[in-house]
């Protein structure tokens, strides 16, 4: 009897790994733009010659593909991608959502995976910011479809003069912003050069981006701007810094001035499986910072000066939330 339920065991531990699987499949067909090179039916043959690619390991990789349902095996025997495929996860798409799967694939699942070692070792790995740095401003990009509406209503109810979006990634936000309202006077401020430059060839002229720490920065104009975004930035600062973000935000504000934060939260009724997973992968960087939970962003914002006004789930899925705080002192 017990063999049978250990079999039973492995059995659930297969059919659970499907997703992983299918997540793989699309990853891989993503990496080498596989997706779009089977757009038209094409044997296995003339994909690899054309490309260059190995015929044996593309055919497995199909193999998987018809099972997961991301391919079609036509009578002829030629293969077909399945359109959603071709348009969600292939780099050429506007639609692509592929820069999510490296995000997970060589960011995320490398370093759950690491666990056993940094348990036992004591130890934390580095973030590598260069190297990721365009990927996780690409995926937070697809964030702002949830986000910026909301945004928008917040700038058309407190009709700012001036918001500075601190780590502005790609300058999504700032963007929608100055199309929206092209009278508000706005900034932007990114660490990362590359990152910082993309966004400035994105905003042209009419938008300042500094390349820097937004710490420097923001010194500069104490009292001075009505609205401060920081979206998708509080992991970079620790739990023991956060009060002072908070303290540095509010000096940069004007009385009754508003910040947006956008994050995922722990503690939160949805989500919580996905918030959890990326909170033990922000703790296994020794220069990445665990998620707050909601009570400690209202205690941070109090410390600071700041109420909440208003917190809005974005993606339930993920835990995460759009917070608005006003200052009240
Ligand atoms: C996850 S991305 C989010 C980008 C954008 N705010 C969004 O939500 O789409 C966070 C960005 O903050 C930048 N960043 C992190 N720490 C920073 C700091 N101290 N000063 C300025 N930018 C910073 C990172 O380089 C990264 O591009």
Redesign the pocket.
């Known amino acids: 009897m017990s063999e049978i339920k250990r079999m039973l065991q492995a059995r659930n531990w297969m059919k659970s790994n499907e997703n992983f699987l299918t997540t793989w499949h699309a990853h891989v067909g993503y990496k080498l733009n596989l997706f779009e090179h089977f757009t038209e039916s094409k044997t296995v043959q003339e994909v690899a010659e054309k490309y260059d690619l190995d015929e044996t390991l593309l055919e497995r990789w199909i193999e998987v593909g018809l099972e997961v349902g991301h391919l079609k095996k036509k009578i002829s025997g030629k293969i077909k991608s399945k359109k959603k495929m071709v348009k969600y996860a292939s780099a050429n798409s506007d639609e692509s959502v592929g820069i999510l799967l490296r995000e997970m694939m060589e960011l995320h699942i490398p370093t759950l995976l690491e666990y056993p070692n940094l348990i036992e070792s004591k130890k934390r790995i580095t973030y590598l910011?260069d190297k990721f740095?365009d990927v996780?401003?690409e995926t937070?990009?697809l964030?702002?479809k949830a986000a910026v509406t909301p945004i928008l209503k917040r700038i058309k109810q407190n009709n700012p003069a001036s918001i500075i979006?601190?780590?502005?990634?790609y300058g999504?936000?700032l963007k929608s912003i100055q199309s929206n309202f092209p009278d508000i006077q706005l900034q932007g401020?990114?660490?990362?050069k590359d990152?910082a430059r993309m966004a400035s060839s994105r905003l042209g002229d009419q938008v300042d981006v500094y390349e820097?720490?937004?710490?420097d920065y923001i010194e500069k104009f104490s009292g001075k701007v009505d609205m401060v975004m920081a979206?998708?930035?509080l992991y970079?600062f620790p739990k023991e810094d956060r009060e002072n973000l908070f303290k540095n935000i509010a000096g940069v504000l004007n009385k009754k001035g508003t910040v947006t934060f956008?994050t995922p939260v722990m503690g939160a009724t949805h989500g919580q499986t996905f918030a959890t997973a990326f909170n033990s992968f922000m703790t296994a960087h020794e220069n990445l910072y665990p998620l707050p939970t909601m009570n400690e962003l209202k205690q941070d914002g109090k410390a600071a000066g700041f109420k909440v006004t208003s917190t809005k789930p974005l993606i339930r899925e993920g835990s995460w939330y759009l917070v608005t705080l006003k200052k009240v002192k």
């Open positions: 910011e740095a996780v401003a937070s990009t964030l702002e979006d601190l780590g502005c990634g999504g936000y401020v990114e660490l990362n990152v820097g720490d937004l710490i979206h998708n930035l970079y956008i």
